[in-house]
T-cell receptor, first 116, second 116 residues
Framework: AQSVAQPEDQVNVAEGNPLTVKCTYS??????LFWYVQYPNRGLQFLLK??????LVKGSYGFEAEFNKSQTSFHLKKPSALVSDSALYFC??????????????FGTGTRLLVSP | EPEVTQTPSHQVTQMGQEVILRCVPI?????FYWYRQILGQKVEFLVS????????KSEIFDDQFSVERPDGSNFTLKIRSTKLEDSAMYFC??????????????FGSGTRLTVV
């Protein structure tokens, strides 16, 4: 079964410093990986995805993620964190169901706290 | 940018009552989904819907749940007899396809259901 793991419940970083939010995956076949962000009392906002191609994927709000097949990882990164980046971040993998339809399987989420 | 719209944003209901959560997917999308996030837990797939019928459902989606696309624009989730454990954030999503080139999901901002 497809799954993702986010080993850190919370990541703390000072504003201006680089940030990394970790995600590892377990899939059969080629992985289709996503990052979503959830601000308080808001929905899930798409940040970026990896389907194929370049291992470094650039997304919204200056975020990027690096796909590493040998380490089965898809860590989210940003060179310089902002206080406004503080939110809950979810890694997800696409899982194909028996009918051929897809669903997303989410990790448990990592709370990012950026301090001024 | 096209959005998935969910109403209401917050609903409080008494245990045993029926609730209907409403969603307006993106107009040219054909695949629709409901996900649930119990407070502090991960986002879980409930059901997918295509061509006016359920394509897949999870074990969470038991007989008390139903989905409908009553008028070609709305997509609803009905919970027939709510239980305390149904309290969660419910997210609607739509997508333009199921293949590898599909954009992925667009999520609504969610309905927070509180069962008292």
């Amino acid at each position: 079964a497809q799954s993702v793991a986010q080993p850190e419940d919370q990541v703390n970083v000072a504003e201006g410093n680089p940030l990394t939010v970790k995600c590892t995956y377990s899939v059969s076949g080629n992985p289709y990986l996503f990052w979503y962000v959830q601000y308080p009392n808001r929905g899930l906002q798409f940040l970026l995805k990896y389907i194929t191609g370049d291992n470094l994927v650039k997304g919204s709000y200056g975020f990027e993620a690096e796909f590493n097949k040998s380490q089965t990882s898809f860590h989210l990164k940003k060179p310089s964190a902002l206080v406004s980046d503080s939110a809950l971040y979810f890694c997800a993998v696409r899982a194909l169901m028996n009918t051929g339809f897809q669903k997303l399987v989410f990790g448990t989420g990592t709370r990012l706290l950026v301090s001024p | 940018e096209p959005e998935v719209t969910q109403t209401p944003s917050h609903q409080v209901t008494q245990m045993g009552q029926e609730v209907i959560l409403r969603c307006v997917p993106i107009s040219n999308h054909l695949y629709f989904y409901w996900y649930r996030q119990i407070l502090g837990q991960k986002v879980e797939f409930l059901v997918s819907f295509y061509n006016n019928e359920i394509s897949e459902k999870s074990e969470i989606f038991d007989d008390q749940f139903s989905v409908e696309r009553p008028d070609g624009s709305n997509f609803t989730l009905k919970i027939r007899s709510t239980k305390l454990e149904d309290s969660a954030m419910y997210f609607c999503a739509s997508s333009d396809g199921t293949g590898v080139n599909s954009y992925g999901y667009t999520f609504g901002s969610g309905t927070r259901l509180t069962v008292v």
